[in-house]
């Protein structure tokens, strides 16, 4: 199978680059690189069924690369993914994932390829729902630009289906975590308790710590793309990738505590503006139409990360270094 990866060199994107290889796929990964790391392509470079294109979703070239790549699948990873900066810059975050998005169902309209798997945001479309965990049918509540930004992606890539037969699955994804997660950003809250508690620093938390999240290993976000990648074309709409189960951020600080052995407790401080209480996602439907199930437990993962973080020395924050942690930023 011909595939094109946007976003490739982050944290998702990578790990599926690696899980497409591994089953014999081409992939033709792009990245601005602006924040994906090529090092997270390593592994990937070494195979020649892989290709990397270092361009921008919202350059016109785009639509050259997918043009001449012919791709029997595009996964749409590429995106801004920090609240704050929408809402400081929304102008940047519309730029990137919406215009980004169009650009890709306008180069997919033209090339030909149907199937667009979509990394939608199921941590933020919702807002605040009453009820928890969420299911797909409850209407989209935006409270932030970049929820307001990836439902739009969504509602475009709903038009191209209909106006031209395109197939797009919209994975809405939870708080995703694990292995290559960025511990010097602001969405990757288990990444940044790691690297904070190897280096023997407290982390600070934005809020009581009472904010709940439904945390999703990434081996298991991987497994959805690939399953949505092979559905019939008939499978189409979003689907909630989640496992269903809150966390608060105080206990995610307990159990990461635990599994490095860290008895520094964390600083409270003042909330932050676009972050929501509480979320957590019904995957029913994706059960049903991807046969998809989260496999990894909490605990499990934390491990997993936690010995990636451990590998990679040059991602624990230095001693001296002050490390911040939100309630936990949403995907």
């Known amino acids: 199978m011909r595939t094109l990866v946007t976003g490739a060199a982050g944290f998702i994107g990578s790990n599926l680059v690696d899980r497409l290889l591994t089953e014999g796929h081409h992939v033709v990964g792009v990245d601005n690189l602006s924040t994906g790391r090529a090092s997270n392509l390593d592994s990937a470079a070494e195979s020649n069924r892989f290709t990397f294109v270092e361009t921008d979703v919202s350059l016109p070239d785009l639509q050259a690369v997918v043009a001449g790549t012919r791709p029997d699948v595009v996964f ?5 993914v920090d609240v704050r900066r929408s809402v400081t810059d929304p102008y940047h975050d519309a730029a990137t994932n919406v215009l980004g998005t169009i650009n890709i ?3 997919c309209r033209k090339a030909g390829t149907r199937r667009i798997v979509f990394a939608a945001s ?3 479309r919702y807002g605040e729902p009453i009820t928890l965990p969420v299911r797909e049918e409850v209407p989209a509540c935006p409270l932030s630009p970049y ?3 990836k439902v739009a992606a969504e509602l475009y890539l709903g038009c191209y289906a209909g106006m031209y037969g395109l197939a797009p699955v919209n994975l809405a994804l939870s708080n995703v975590y694990g292995p290559r997660q960025d511990p010097h950003g602001e969405a990757g809250v288990v990444a940044i308790f790691g690297s904070a508690m190897l280096a023997g620093r407290p982390a600070v938390i934005y809020g009581d710590g009472c904010a709940t999240r439904d945390y999703v290993y990434v081996g298991d976000v991987v497994d959805a793309f690939a399953r949505a990648a092979t559905a019939p074309t008939s499978v189409t709409g979003t689907f909630n990738i ?3 189960i809150q966390t608060s951020t105080a206990d995610l600080h307990r159990l990461m505590s635990e599994v490095v052995g860290s008895t520094e407790p964390p600083r409270l401080e003042g ?3 676009g972050e929501i209480r509480a979320i957590a996602l019904d995957r029913s439907a994706a059960r049903a139409a991807l046969q998809w199930d989260p496999r990894t437990s909490i605990r499990e993962g934390l491990q997993l990360t936690v010995e990636w973080l451990r590998r990679t020395t040059d991602d624990v924050v230095p001693a001296g270094t002050a490390v911040t ?3 936990g930023s949403s995907r």
């Open 76 to 80: 749409h990873l590429a995106a801004q």
């Open 105 to 107: 169902a306008e180069a």
């Open 122 to 124: 199921g941590g933020s």
């Open 147 to 149: 929820a307001a930004g």
């Open 242 to 244: 989640g496992t269903g």
């Open 271 to 273: 909330g932050r503006t």
């Open 325 to 327: 942690v939100s309630e």
